[in-house]
């Protein structure tokens, strides 16, 4: 049996309300609860290890999705990205990426 949630509405202006849920528990607004970004601090590691996804697709093939890509910086720092709000600066990371005629990855 799913719990019952209570609702109420805020009015912000007139004619704009807001929904707010009264459950303590936590209610994931997203469509893959591993987009969600803790609120908790989390190591590089921690990040790293955290899936998006982690299901098989339609054709069966099991499908995991990284919700943090871990790069490193051009003074060896290593930065965790979250593959939805940092998506831009991924795909900036990838365009810098080059590799050399032994297939390793240059910067």
Known sequence: MLPTL???????NEGEAVMEDSKQE???RSANPGDVI?????????KSKQLAVD??????DHIQV???????????EKKAL???KDAEE???????A??????NRIW
């Open 98 to 103: 080059r590799v050399d005629e032994d297939g």
């Open 55 to 60: 299901s098989p697709d339609i054709t069966g």
């Open 6 to 12: 209570k609702r109420k509405f805020i009015i912000l």
């Open 90 to 96: 991924i795909s900036d990371v990838i365009r810098q």
């Open 38 to 46: 803790s609120e908790e601090p989390q190591s590089i590691e921690e």
């Open 66 to 76: 990284p919700t943090y890509f871990v790069v490193e910086e051009p003074d060896g």
């Open 82 to 84: 979250h593959h939805v």
């Open 26 to 28: 936590k209610i994931h």
